[in-house]
Every structure is written in structure tokens, then in C-alpha cells.
């Protein structure tokens, strides 16, 4: 699967953004997705996981409450939701696919990353 995400930007503190996670082929209902973000100088980190169904879902102490990651199965397309923006939140996202049932952590397929900016 290739995966291809966007809706990236700059944004003030408090603002609100929606990333979209486009991917190809025609299994996508088979694979768990997830997002991910790298702030600069910063490791990798887990953001949102959404199993197959849209069922269950998992965040990330940091963006629980502000984030809400959901998936339309007829468009093939994952979404962040991301309300209440802080500087904190500023780093690239990533998103993921998983093409078998593990860990919300583990991932076998990765998409380029969109660049959120969140100013104070």
C-alpha cells in the first residue's frame, strides 16, 4: 500500500487542523492505521492508532481530548482531527498502515510526512 498524506500547515495556538492520509489499492479496509509525528531534534512518536473497522481506537496521553483520528473505508483515507493546538504539537506527521492485527505501535508501511506549525 502507498500512502500519501496532506493537510499540513501553519496554524496559531489553539486553532484547529485536519490531516488526511490518502492510501492506494483496494484492501484498505485491512489494515490497521495509524499517526505519528517527529518534532525537530525529537525521536519519533506514536500519536493515534485506529483498528480496521474504525471501531477502537488509541491516543496518546499528549493529544487526548484534542485529537481524533477516524477513517472513511469508501475513500480509502485516514484522518487526524487536531483541535486546540499548541506549540508542543509542531512536527511532522506520518502516517502509517499495519497489514496485520499487533501492536498500535508497530507498522509496516510508512507515507511521506505533512509539516504542521503551530505558533504561540
Known amino acids: 500500500v502507498q500512502l500519501q498524506a496532506s493537510g499540513g500547515g501553519l496554524v496559531q495556538a489553539g486553532g484547529s487542523l485536519r490531516l488526511s492520509c490518502a492510501a492506494s489499492g483496494r484492501t484498505f479496509s485491512s489494515y490497521g492505521m495509524g499517526w505519528f509525528r517527529q518534532a525537530p531534534g525529537k525521536e519519533r512518536e506514536f500519536v493515534a492508532h485506529?483498528?480496521?473497522?474504525?471501531?477502537?481506537?488509541y491516543y496518546a496521553d499528549s493529544v487526548k481530548g484534542r485529537f481524533t483520528i477516524s477513517r472513511d473505508n469508501g475513500k480509502n483515507t485516514v484522518y487526524l482531527q487536531m483541535n486546540s493546538l499548541k506549540p508542543e504539537d509542531t512536527a511532522v506527521y506520518y502516517c502509517a498502515a499495519q497489514d496485520s492485527r499487533r501492536s498500535r505501535y508497530d507498522y509496516d508501511y510508512w507515507g511521506q510526512g505533512t509539516l504542521v506549525t503551530v505558533s504561540s
Open positions: 485506529i483498528s480496521r473497522g474504525g471501531g477502537v481506537v
